[in-house]
């Protein structure tokens, strides 16, 4: 069964980037067919899609955030990343890894709560 | 981006009865590309419907979705207290992938 798990820094200061890992846990991340994604819950505004990854390195990326994320994957080390530029207290929220199957996100991480403050 | 709206916001029910609860799509959802989620207080959303109708893994008979175009339905029949949990529509018809701002079940 498998299981995701996110690491990060919980507090990032206004204006720095946020860096998050998730580790993918029994299964292949190079399985076909599967996106390993990234959603965020922000505490008033709900879930929003950030972006996904496929094993292969093709990218794709909410385009209201676009222009400040990056993500990335090592199969070797079966895991994959964000990286988000210019954080502001707008970015406050819980980041979610999950797995994209058919459209859908049939696997989640338990979250991990990232805070902008100085 | 297609905005989906739910509705009730909070649907405050007792055990045995039935919740029906509405997304509404600002345009078209094609093939019926929509799921429903669970969220539970503390926890990841759990995957409970897709392609509008179709059950997750493991998910029980109480829940039935349907619908198609603009207006889906969840429907909780025989409503348990472990229902007691936000539930979220998203769509996957267009990029970018969008979430209702869900609708709270109270038991």
């Known amino acids: 069964q498998v299981q995701l798990q996110e690491s990060g820094p919980g507090l990032v200061k206004p204006s720095q980037t946020l860096s998050l890992m998730c580790i993918v846990s029994g299964g292949s991340i190079s399985s076909g067919g599967y996106y390993w994604s990234w959603i965020r819950q922000h505490p008033e505004t709900g879930l929003e899609w950030i972006g996904y990854?496929?094993?292969?390195?093709?990218?794709y990326y909410n385009p209201s955030l676009k222009s400040r994320v990056t993500i990335s994957i090592d199969t070797s080390k079966s895991q994959f990343s964000l990286r988000m530029t210019s954080m502001t207290a707008a970015d406050t929220a819980i980041y979610y890894c999950a797995r994209r199957n058919l459209g859908t996100f049939d696997v989640w991480g338990q979250g991990t709560m990232v805070t902008v403050s100085s | 981006e297609i905005v989906l709206t739910q509705s009730p916001g909070t649907l405050s029910l007792s055990p045995g009865e039935r919740a029906t609860l509405s997304c509404r799509a600002s345009q078209r959802v094609s093939g019926s590309n929509l799921a429903w989620y669970q969220q539970k207080r503390g926890q990841a959303p759990k995957l409970l419907m897709f392609a509008a109708s179709t059950r997750a893994a493991g998910i029980p008979d109480r829940f039935s979705g349907s619908g198609s175009g603009t207006d889906f339905t969840l429907t909780i029949d025989r409503l348990e207290p472990e229902d007691c949990a936000v539930y979220y529509c998203?769509?996957?018809?267009?990029?970018?992938?969008?979430f209702g701002g869900g609708t709270q079940v109270e038991i």
């Open positions: 998203q769509q996957y018809s267009n990029s970018p992938e969008t």
């Open positions: 990854i496929y094993y292969s390195g093709s990218t």
